[in-house]
């Protein structure tokens, strides 16, 4: 098989499973930092410190905004998980986020990811997993790429041209065609929100488990937002097996 069609078939196996791949990559990183705990390596202070737990969660929860911002602007059938089989796009978004980088949602998603990874303590893990991404979603955008030139050819050459990948430009801005939709991110980010809060409860917990520290001292920030985050996830799952998050082309 020549190169590009590799690259290719590469590229649409990992869209099919992009949502979970990312995960067994943590689920080794939370490995990494339980050797790490019940070993007592000494890490930086600054590692340890609630502080730069709460300066993980921001960045996890910028890459969840531009998720927001990039769905809550999109029609059906462009955005988002698409089907099992494969992709779908019934039209080439081209404004709001679209017009700063050609993948916005995978940028989302690094910051998401990058902010659980820097948890570890590990910067070893850390330059392992911004690499395993470079790697892995250079192969997926090369297969999304691949299909939306032959979906949707001249036009998609010439947005690409001047519409960067993966590093954000505010020079050729446009306004977002379709108005914002509450209801289609309520419907289409709830995994990666729940997905957040419950990865930085579960690393806080087993920290306190390694280190012995009695249950009670659980009980508090990332224990109450991962109940929280998980209950509004069961309402909207709910609420959206009862159609009341759907609305016309959205």
Not at 71 to 92: C, F, W, Y
Not at 113 to 131: D, S
Request: net charge positive; with cysteine.
């Amino acid at each position: 098989m020549a190169l590009q069609e590799e690259l290719k078939a590469q590229g649409n196996f990992l869209f099919k499973n992009r949502s979970y791949l990312p995960l067994i990559v943590l689920g080794i990183g939370l490995l990494v930092f339980i050797h790490k705990e019940y070993n007592e390596i000494e890490t930086p202070n600054t590692w340890l410190s609630e502080g730069f737990e709460f300066l993980s969660l921001c960045i996890s929860l910028v890459g969840l905004t531009i998720r927001i911002f990039t769905v809550g602007h999109t029609p059906k059938n462009t955005s988002g998980r698409n089907t099992k089989d494969g992709q779908i796009a019934d039209e080439l978004n081209t404004t709001g986020m679209y017009s700063m980088v050609r993948h916005p949602l995978y940028l989302g998603n690094f910051f998401m990811w990058f902010g659980v990874a820097m948890l570890t303590e590990n910067f070893w893990f850390i330059i392992a997993f911004v690499l395993f991404y470079v790697s892995y979603y250079m192969r997926i955008m090369y297969a999304e790429e691949s299909f939306l030139r032959t979906r949707f050819g001249s036009i998609y050459m010439e947005w690409a041209e001047t519409v960067p990948a993966f590093i954000p430009t505010l020079k050729n801005y446009k306004a977002p065609k379709y108005p914002f939709s509450i209801k289609k991110v309520l419907k289409k980010e709830k995994n990666g929100f729940c997905a957040v809060f419950l990865l930085f409860w579960v690393f806080d917990a087993v920290g306190r488990l390694c280190q012995k520290e009695p249950f009670e001292s659980e009980m508090k920030f990332w224990f109450y937002s991962a109940i929280t985050a998980t209950i509004i996830y069961f309402i909207l799952k709910i609420m959206k097996k009862r159609n009341m998050l759907n609305e016309p082309h959205r």
